[in-house]
Nanobody, 130 residues
Framework: QVDLLESGGGSVQAGSSLKLACKAS?????????WGWFRQRIGMGREGVAG????????FYDPSVEGRFIISRDYGEDALYLQMNSLLPEDTGMYYC??????????????????????WGQGTQVTVSS
């Protein structure tokens, strides 16, 4: 049983940076995992932000964050990170990480498809003011 815990959220000004962390407890026991970051903004459904397949490093980003956000993993600590730069007010929302076993069948874009994931963290709030 893997549990996920997000941290690193906060309230910042537009143009600032934040780095979110997602730590997996219980041990992953390998690299055959797809891991993703998602967010939920007020009045909207949960949307994919960035995803990573651990075994080969495949990544995928939503176009709204590509070039500003970077997803990465710490192999020693079973942790996933999301470096968020040049934050915009529209990036405000609750950010969640999620994990599932297996590669991104169907294409890299499935790394940010929420319905593909079975294990979720509790979320961390990001608020960006203008």
């Amino acid at each position: 049983q893997v549990d996920l815990l997000e941290s690193g959220g906060g309230s910042v000004q537009a143009g600032s940076s934040l780095k979110l962390a997602c730590k997996a407890s219980g041990g992953l026991g390998g690299t055959n995992y797809s891991w993703g970051w998602f967010r939920q903004r007020i009045g909207m459904g949960r949307e994919g932000v960035a995803g990573l397949y651990l075994r080969d490093g495949t990544t995928f980003y939503d176009p709204s964050v590509e070039g500003r956000f970077i997803i990465s993993r710490d192999y020693g600590e079973d942790a996933l990170y999301l470096q968020m730069n040049s934050l915009l007010p529209e990036d405000t929302g609750m950010y969640y990480c999620a994990i599932r076993t297996g590669p991104p069948f169907g294409g890299a874009w499935t790394l940010i498809t929420a319905s593909r994931y079975s294990t979720w963290g509790q979320g961390t709030q990001v608020t960006v003011s203008s």
